[in-house]
């Protein structure tokens, strides 16, 4: 019974009915096979085979040689600065909101609808965002004007836009922060008040509390949920499209692009691009995974 | 109290008005945009305006109900698929378990921009020239967004099997003579409604306001609907922007009540 040592580790019961039937029992996944074969791994699959073929049909490495161009490089590096900062402040700003009402002594009652709206706003994000802001901050955005009128400061002419690159990442704030909430908020659940006391009790200062004791317990999750973040702006398309057109060169905008037409004069090279966001968010998404791992030790 | 703690507690005292700070930093940054919204769909001359505007063109009611359709076919397929999927798993083929978490983890990994890219590129042209018909078109899109939904729906629907003893269930079931039909529609489906219930309401969200997918396949549907709005109109965008909000606000309320009641269920029951 081989199966079922090598299901024992995945705290499952054993097959009901073992033997002769077992070899079949994995057709019942076949139409989720199929159908993930088909809109999920095909597509993929020929990004990946068209990442290595020249215009001519045959294998080739240039693709990702041409990725050195240094429109792409800018691409990836303006793609990549965007996502950290806003992974950075919305991890930040995102864990102290978080913190506040959960274990800083604010009222409890807080808490419910400060989640809740973290759900909403999470999801709040693309074309609807973009255009809020715009309402928000843009040249007679709300705030814009309430500047201008009460003291006198026209954002505009000090130099800020919010067509930006820094525009674009307070705008991506905006889905970054309420992420943060929802994915950080059991971490600092598990925040025991024992640990706490147990530390002041034996002389600790709040800092040293937090240096040597609140801090390395929260770390793993408080890094994979930054990395989370990263991956969740990186992928993001519709929000850099709606606000700045592509005038910003965000990798999923160019991507676009070549979408609707062979903008990079190469297809492959569009594959190859492609196969460097997927490459990115893969490494992103499995350090997410580890890190989750090691903070759910705390939780048990 | 010793004098240690009275020392403390004052400084907690300084500390909470820090936080209360911080929060209404937090949330000023939350509401604004949504307050300047509103403030700019009020700015026409005609009050209201803009809300009449778009509640009576016809173009924003059939984009609307176009994604509205989308949404239930991909709620219903994406059930379809998940649940007897993470059943069947969790059942007979756990050895299986890795090969599904994985694909199911992989729209994660796979950018919508991506996605749409390789779905254009394998079903333009023979031997499924699926794109080159608007049925095509849309099938594609619904196909896209059940894979976006695979994520979400898959992780609720397996945590949601793992607090029922669908062993059990499923032998009580058969010695009932129950087929399987009956068995995943009967017995496991109403067993796992709460879970169901909130990837439907997040799946129905997500594609409501989606727009990249969308958009690449040249479909009718809302998020291209309002991108195009926003760039040629003033003020009815603000409107339809509230209104997306606002759908998107009573999906994630729907979550919530669902999530009550189902936890409620379960500790009812008492199955673990």
């Not at chain 1, 040597?212 to 992928?235: D, E, K, Q, R, T």
């Not at chain 2, 500390?15 to 000023?28: E, N, Q, R, T």
């Not at chain 2, 378990?97 to 394998?122: A, D, K, M, N, Q």
């Amino acid at each position: 019974m081989t199966a079922v040592t090598a299901t024992a580790t995945t705290q499952d019961a054993p097959d009901a009915r073992p033997g002769s039937r077992r070899s079949w029992a994995w057709l019942g996944i076949l139409p989720f096979l199929v159908f993930s074969g088909l809109f999920l791994l095909l597509p993929i699959s020929f990004l990946v085979i068209g990442s290595f073929v020249d215009r001519s049909g045959s294998l080739t490495l240039q693709n990702y040689a041409d990725l050195s161009r240094p429109d792409i490089v800018l691409a990836f590096r303006t793609t990549i600065e965007v996502s950290l900062v806003s992974a950075l402040a919305g991890t930040f700003v995102g864990f102290l909101m978080a913190y506040a009402v959960i274990l800083a002594g604010l009222p409890k009652w807080l808490r419910a609808p400060l989640v809740t709206f973290a759900g909403v706003a999470s999801n709040f994000a693309g074309v609807p965002l973009a255009l809020a802001f715009i309402f928000t901050l843009g040249q007679l955005g709300l705030v814009t004007l309430f500047l201008r009128d009460t003291f006198g400061i026209y954002l505009y002419q000090q130099g800020f836009s919010l067509y930006t690159q820094v525009g674009l990442e307070l705008v991506y704030v905006y889905f970054q922060l309420p992420l943060m909430i929802l994915i950080i908020a059991p971490a600092i659940d598990g925040l025991k008040r024992d640990w706490r006391e147990a530390a002041e009790n034996l002389g600790a200062s709040p800092r040293q509390y937090w240096r040597y004791v609140a801090l390395p317990i929260l770390m793993p999750s408080l890094m994979g949920a930054a990395i989370l973040l990263f991956g969740n702006a990186f992928g993001a398309q519709a929000t850099a499209y709606q606000l700045t057109g592509g005038t910003i060169p965000i990798l999923a905008v160019k991507i676009g692009a070549q979408i609707s037409g062979d903008v990079l004069r190469n297809v492959g090279l569009g594959y190859a691009m492609a196969m460097g966001m997927v490459l990115v968010m893969g490494v992103a998404i499995g350090c997410y995974i580890v890190l989750q791992r090691k903070a759910e030790r705390w939780s048990r | 109290m010793s004098e240690q703690t009275a020392a403390r507690s004052a400084q907690r005292r300084r500390g909470s008005a820090i936080w209360w700070v911080v929060l209404l930093v937090g949330v000023a940054y939350f509401t604004v945009p949504l307050v300047a919204t509103l403030q700019f769909s009020l700015r026409t001359k005609v009050p209201f305006a803009a809300y009449t505007n778009v509640l009576q063109d016809p173009v924003f009611w059939s984009r609307l109900g176009y994604s509205a359709m989308c949404a239930v076919c991909t709620i219903v397929l994406s059930v379809a698929l998940v649940v007897p999927t993470a059943y069947w798993v969790r059942l007979k083929v756990p050895r299986l378990r890795p090969v599904v978490e994985f694909i199911t983890l992989l729209p994660f990994v796979i950018p919508p921009v991506v996605l749409v890219f390789g779905l254009i590129r394998v079903y333009s042209g023979n031997p499924i020239p699926l794109v080159a018909t608007d049925l095509g078109s849309t099938a594609l899109l619904v196909a896209a967004y059940v894979v976006l939904s695979l994520p979400y729906m898959y992780r609720a629907v397996d945590t949601g099997l793992r607090s029922i003893d669908s062993q059990s269930l499923t032998e009580a079931a058969q010695s009932l003579g129950a087929g399987w039909p009956t068995i995943i529609l009967r017995v496991i489906l109403p067993n796992v409604r709460g879970a169901v219930l909130s990837g439907a309401f997040l799946t129905f969200a997500i594609v409501m306001g989606e727009f990249t997918i969308a958009n690449f396949l040249f479909r009718p549907a809302f998020g291209p609907y309002l991108s195009l709005l926003g760039n040629s109109k003033t003020y009815e965008p603000a409107a339809v922007s509230l209104i997306s909000f606002g759908l998107t606000w009573v999906a994630m309320a729907m979550i919530a009540i669902v999530g009550r009641q189902s936890r409620g269920r379960v500790s009812a029951v008492g199955v673990r």
